[in-house]
């Protein structure tokens, strides 16, 4: 199956709207990855049509799980290449997305493909999540924050739940070890103001992939002691 006719057949799957205008900016997205691809180290996926499943469709499966409104504004910690926000900003315009990394390079990559899609409303920010989220301008400041590939649950919710507003939450794409690290950390959630909600197992369609979704809550405002400073955090994770 050529790639848009497989992206359109797994976005129906899921239940996404796809519109020719998104079909030809991922087109566009793919094209560019693969060329940076060759000059810099963006992604071990090389394969067109793994880049539309394992890239493309893997970060869209969030979408039916999130609550969007006008502007709901997203932030993506350790997006590299961009995923999982911007294919989720692509099929869902109307949100203000914030993708954020600490590798220059990467946010190159990212401010490129944006103005050759042409959206709007996504921000791009050079940043360790450790300093970002210690920053007024983004901490406390979205309703969702997501996350994939990044680090373990402890150490992943110590870099993103300072980021999101009471009431928000982190969506934390995730392998099948899922299970044991929401077990692990629930220490670390405990002291950054987070409850986990809701598992849920996804299977990515045309494919025999799938992975677990966590969806954390923040229920308390996150102490001003976290984060802690870079290297802190993965050496001496919250228990
Ligand atoms: C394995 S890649 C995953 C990239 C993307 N989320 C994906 O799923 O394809 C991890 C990314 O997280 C970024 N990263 C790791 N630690 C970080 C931190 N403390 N603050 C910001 N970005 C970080 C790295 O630069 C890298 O781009």
Redesign the pocket.
């Known amino acids: 199956m050529e790639n848009k006719m497989l992206l359109q057949a797994c976005c129906e799957e899921m239940q996404i709207h796809l519109s020719p205008q998104m079909a030809d900016q991922f087109m566009a997205y793919q094209s560019l990855l693969l060329e940076w691809n060759e000059k810099m180290n963006l ?1 071990a996926i090389t394969e067109e049509r793994e880049v539309v499943l394992k ?1 493309f469709v893997d970060s869209l499966s969030l979408v039916p799980y999130l609550k969007l409104w006008d502007a709901t504004k997203i932030i ?6 961009g ?2 926000g911007l294919p989720v900003k692509i099929v869902c315009p109307q949100v203000s997305m914030t993708l ?4 220059q390079k ?1 946010i190159g990559f990212l401010e490129e493909a944006i103005q050759a899609m042409g959206l709007t409303d996504v921000a791009c920010v050079h ?4 300093d ?1 989220g210690q920053n007024p301008m983004y901490r406390e400041q979205f309703d969702y924050c997501v ?5 373990n649950l402890a150490v992943l919710a110590e ?1 993103c739940l300072p980021f999101v507003k009471v009431g928000g939450k982190l969506a934390a ?1 995730k392998g099948p070890d899922a299970l044991a690290e929401i077990a692990a950390a629930e220490g670390a959630l405990g002291k950054l103001g987070g409850r986990v909600t809701e598992v849920i197992d996804v299977a990515i369609p045309f494919t025999e992939l799938s992975h677990k979704l966590v969806f954390i809550e923040k229920v308390a405002s996150t102490p001003k002691a976290y984060p802690r400073k ?1 290297g802190k955090i993965t050496k001496n994770p919250l228990k």
């Open positions: 992604t890239h993506d910690v350790g997006t590299g290449a995923f999982p954020l990394d600490s590798l990467r940043a360790r999540a450790e970002g996350s994939r590939a990044v680090a870099y794409l870079a």
